[in-house]
């Protein structure tokens, strides 16, 4: 049986994987300000930072549960992308994902309120960007599909310029599910 998760994130896209995974779940989104990544930490650690973050300020609003916590960034040529500020640079973004293949991060992190415990993973998946017409690309950006997405694009809106070439669909969608699921089994005591 799976545990019933609160969800520190407000993401349609990370609900609608928990739920087609089969998960119960509650929202509770952390509301807290995302820092802008820093060359001191890598991708992975910026990601698993932000995924600890957020669950570990639900905790502190809770006397129990089980939170779950994510992070999603795109890493390209070096440079972490988080999700764009306005049209301009979510441009900026696609310009520089086209032809290249972009590294999706996603940190996640279970914490179990009554025994301060936690764990948390970092799940990588390889995309594919396509090259785009200047049609092409005024068209997407005219479409705001952009708005609120890592990298500036959503793989689960079967946009055609990207294809995951390694790993986890999920990942690229915003929650690796199947490393979730490993982590529950990794440490039931969690989930207790």
Same mark, same amino acid.
């Given at each position: 049986?799976?545990?019933?998760?609160?969800?520190?994130?407000?993401?349609?896209?990370?609900?609608? /994987?928990? =739920?087609?995974?089969?998960?119960?779940? #509650?929202? %509770?989104?952390?509301?807290?300000?995302?820092?802008?990544?820093? *060359? +001191?930490?890598?991708?992975?650690?910026?990601?698993?930072?932000?995924?600890?973050?957020?669950?570990?300020?639900?905790?502190?609003?809770?006397?129990?549960?089980?939170? /779950?916590? =994510?992070?999603?960034?795109?890493?390209? #040529?070096? %440079?972490?992308?988080?999700?764009?500020?306005?049209?301009?640079? *979510? +441009?900026?973004?696609?310009?520089?994902?086209?032809?290249?293949?972009?590294?999706?991060?996603?940190?996640?992190?279970?914490?179990?309120?009554?025994?301060?415990?936690?764990?948390? =993973?970092?799940?990588?998946?390889?995309?594919?960007?396509?090259?785009?017409?200047?049609?092409?690309?005024?068209?997407?950006?005219?479409?705001?599909?952009?708005?609120?997405?890592?990298?500036?694009?959503?793989?689960?809106?079967?946009?055609?310029?990207?294809?995951?070439?390694?790993?986890?669909?999920?990942?690229?969608?915003?929650?690796?599910?199947?490393?979730?699921?490993?982590?529950?089994?990794?440490?039931?005591?969690?989930?207790?």
């Amino acid at each position: 049986m799976k545990p019933r998760l609160i969800l520190a994130s407000e993401s349609p896209r990370r609900q609608q /994987l928990l =739920a087609e995974a089969g998960y119960e779940f #509650e929202i %509770e989104p952390a509301g807290i300000d995302e820092p802008e990544p820093s *060359a +001191e930490m890598s991708p992975w650690a910026f990601a698993a930072h932000l995924a600890w973050r957020k669950a570990a300020e639900v905790a502190r609003r809770r006397s129990s549960g089980l939170i /779950l916590g =994510a992070d999603t960034i795109c890493v390209v #040529e070096g %440079e972490v992308l988080t999700k764009p500020l306005d049209r301009s640079d *979510a +441009e900026r973004m696609i310009r520089l994902q086209e032809g290249r293949n972009t590294h999706v991060i996603t940190g996640i992190c279970l914490y179990r309120v009554d025994r301060h415990e936690w764990v948390g =993973a970092v799940d990588v998946s390889v995309v594919q960007f396509k090259r785009l017409s200047d049609d092409d690309r005024l068209n997407y950006l005219d479409s705001a599909r952009w708005q609120g997405k890592s990298g500036g694009y959503g793989v689960q809106d079967h946009d055609p310029f990207v294809d995951v070439v390694r790993g986890s669909f999920s990942n690229v969608v915003g929650l690796p599910v199947e490393r979730l699921g490993a982590l529950l089994q990794a440490y039931p005591t969690l989930a207790v």
